[in-house]
T-cell receptor
Framework: AQSVTQPDIHITVSEGASLELRCNYS??????LFWYVQSPGQGLQLLLK??????LVQGIKGFEAEFKRSQSSFNLRKPSVHWSDAAEYFC????????????FGPGTSLSVIP | EPEVTQTPSHQVTQMGQEVILRCVPISNHLYFYWYRQILGQKVEFLVS????????KSEIFDDQFSVERPDGSNFTLKIRSTKLEDSAMYFCASSPDLSPLHFGNGTRLTVT
C-alpha cells in the first residue's frame, strides 16, 4: 500500500532563511505527488504537483519541489522564507491507476521567527 | 477565482444525531471528494464521487456515512448516527480531472 512520511513534525526557521521540507513515499510505480499548505483555520491549498516530465516542479508562492525516484523523495524548498509562510505543510501521493484517492502525509508544522 | 464552499463552518451535535455537511464544488468540476482531519492528525481520504456514484471509498467510510449530489450543485456528506470519534474537520474537494486540487475551508464537526 502506498504511504507518505514526513520526517520532521515541526521546523523553525528565521525569516529570509532557506527552507527544505522532506517527504518520502512508498509506492511501486511512479505516483502523482503533491504539496499542500494549510494555514490555521483554513482549508488546504495546492502548492504544486508532479505528474510526469521535469522532476523539478515550480509552484505558487515561490515554492519548488524535486522528485527523486532513486530516493523516493519529493522535498519542498523555498530559497527565502517569509513570515506568512508559517503553516502546516502536507505532502501527498496519488495512485496513478486509481488516482481518485490521494494519501496525505502527517504534515510538517513550520514556524518562522523574525 | 472560483472556490469550493462548505457550510456550516462549525457544527456541534450530540452523539447519536444525524448531521449533514454541505459543499458547493466549483461549477465545472466533475469529481468530488470528502476528506477528514481529526485534530492533530493527518488528512484522511473518505470518499470520491463521479457521475452520480461513489468511485472509491476508504475503510473509514462505513455504513453510517453517505454522500449525495441532490441538485447538481451541492455535494453533501451525511453521518447517520454520530459518534464521539467522528469529531474532526471535514474537507470537501472538487476537481475537473482525477486528482483533488481544490479544497474548501472545512467544516469542524464537534460531537458531544
Amino acid at each position: 500500500a502506498q504511504s507518505v512520511t514526513q520526517p520532521d513534525i515541526h521546523i523553525t526557521v528565521s525569516e529570509g532563511a532557506s527552507l527544505e521540507l522532506r517527504c518520502n513515499y512508498s509506492y511501486g510505480a511512479t505516483p502523482y505527488l503533491f504539496w499542500y499548505v494549510q494555514s490555521p483555520g483554513q482549508g488546504l491549498q495546492l502548492l504544486l504537483k508532479y505528474f510526469s516530465g521535469d522532476t523539478l516542479v515550480q509552484g505558487i508562492k515561490g515554492f519548488e519541489a524535486e522528485f527523486k525516484r532513486s530516493q523516493s523523495s519529493f522535498n519542498l524548498r523555498k530559497p527565502s522564507v517569509h513570515w506568512s509562510d508559517a503553516a502546516e505543510y502536507f505532502c501527498a501521493v496519488g495512485e496513478k491507476t486509481s488516482y481518485d484517492k490521494v494519501i496525505f502525509g502527517p504534515g510538517t508544522s513550520l514556524s518562522v521567527i523574525p | 477565482e472560483p472556490e469550493v464552499t462548505q457550510t456550516p463552518s462549525h457544527q456541534v451535535t450530540q452523539m447519536g444525531q444525524e448531521v449533514i455537511l454541505r459543499c458547493v464544488p466549483i461549477s465545472n468540476h466533475l469529481y468530488f471528494y470528502w476528506y477528514r482531519q481529526i485534530l492533530g492528525q493527518k488528512v484522511e481520504f473518505l470518499v470520491s464521487f463521479y457521475n452520480n456514484e461513489i468511485s472509491e471509498k476508504s475503510e473509514i467510510f462505513d455504513d453510517q456515512f453517505s454522500v449525495e449530489r441532490p441538485d447538481g450543485s451541492n455535494f453533501t456528506l451525511k453521518i447517520r448516527s454520530t459518534k464521539l470519534e467522528d469529531s474532526a474537520m471535514y474537507f470537501c474537494a472538487s476537481s475537473p480531472d482525477l486528482s483533488p486540487l481544490h479544497f474548501g475551508n472545512g467544516t469542524r464537526l464537534t460531537v458531544t
